[in-house]
């Protein structure tokens, strides 16, 4: 969807930068490979763009514009709506604003209404983050044991990081998909969270 979306806005100098968050580059390739995507198709391993942006789950959108300044925070949106039904998230509404915002039919937000709606890490976001980079490094250097401690501490320091929580699951030989997954997420849900949080209308 999103190469579509590219290909038909490119004459208004429109540009969809993809970003995967994968444990290793392989893990990602089979899937842009699949896409023969013809924008930019990043592979962020080490969730350096979920730090730069304060992304906490995927899919996250961010709309930004000629001048590198952020026209719309982060978003929860789909390109297509195959787990519409799960997630209850409707696809068309995002891509619709989206291209009226590209074409010129609609305003992006102010620059106030941009702050007031990015979300900005916590002090205990940034340390689940630190803890990330050290499980990381520690997970590189093939000391397992000592990552995992480290993954799991953050996932306790910002339990609404998922980017932590599930991110670092195929690094820990769990199925991110898996039971363990489906019972983090029923916990979740089950104490009154949102697992995909999106912005006012």
Same mark, same amino acid.
């Given at each position: 969807?999103?190469?579509?979306?590219?290909?038909?806005?490119?004459? $208004?100098?429109?540009?969809?930068?993809?970003?995967?968050?994968?444990?290793?580059?392989?893990?990602?390739?089979?899937?842009?490979?699949?896409?023969?995507?013809?924008? *930019?198709?990043?592979?962020?391993?080490?969730?350096?763009?979920?730090?730069?942006?304060? &992304?906490?789950?995927?899919?996250?959108?961010? !709309?930004?514009?000629?001048? +590198?300044?952020?026209?719309?925070?982060?978003?929860?949106?789909? +390109?297509?709506?195959?787990?519409?039904?799960?997630? +209850?998230?409707? $696809?068309? %509404?995002?891509?619709?604003? #989206?291209?009226? !915002?590209?074409?010129?039919?609609?305003?992006?937000?102010?620059?106030?209404?941009?702050?007031?709606?990015?979300?900005?890490?916590? +002090? %205990?976001?940034?340390?689940? @983050?630190?803890?990330?980079?050290?499980?990381? !490094? #520690?997970?590189?250097?093939?000391?397992?044991?000592?990552?995992?401690?480290?993954?799991? @501490?953050?996932?306790?320091?910002?339990?609404?990081?998922? &980017?932590?929580? @599930?991110? $670092? &699951?195929?690094?820990?030989?769990?199925?991110?998909?898996?039971?363990?997954?489906? %019972? &983090?997420?029923?916990? !979740?849900?089950?104490?009154?969270?949102?697992?995909? #949080?999106? #912005? *006012?209308?």
């Amino acid at each position: 969807m999103w190469q579509a979306l590219y290909e038909e806005l490119a004459d $208004s100098n429109f540009v969809v930068i993809s970003v995967a968050m994968d444990k290793t580059a392989d893990d990602a390739r089979p899937w842009i490979e699949a896409a023969k995507p013809t924008h *930019p198709s990043l592979i962020d391993t080490q969730h350096l763009v979920a730090d730069l942006y304060n &992304m906490v789950n995927v899919p996250t959108i961010v !709309w930004i514009d000629e001048d +590198g300044r952020i026209a719309r925070p982060n978003d929860v949106a789909f +390109g297509r709506d195959t787990f519409k039904a799960i997630t +209850g998230v409707d $696809s068309a %509404k995002h891509m619709n604003a #989206l291209r009226a !915002w590209v074409r010129g039919e609609a305003q992006a937000m102010t620059p106030d209404e941009v702050r007031s709606l990015r979300s900005l890490p916590t +002090g %205990k976001h940034q340390e689940a @983050r630190a803890e990330f980079g050290l499980a990381f !490094w #520690l997970y590189e250097q093939g000391r397992n044991e000592a990552a995992e401690r480290h993954f799991l @501490r953050g996932g306790e320091l910002a339990p609404d990081d998922f &980017m932590i929580r @599930r991110g $670092s &699951m195929p690094m820990r030989g769990i199925d991110p998909m898996g039971p363990v997954f489906a %019972k &983090m997420l029923e916990e !979740w849900q089950s104490a009154g969270n949102s697992y995909y #949080l999106q #912005l *006012p209308d």
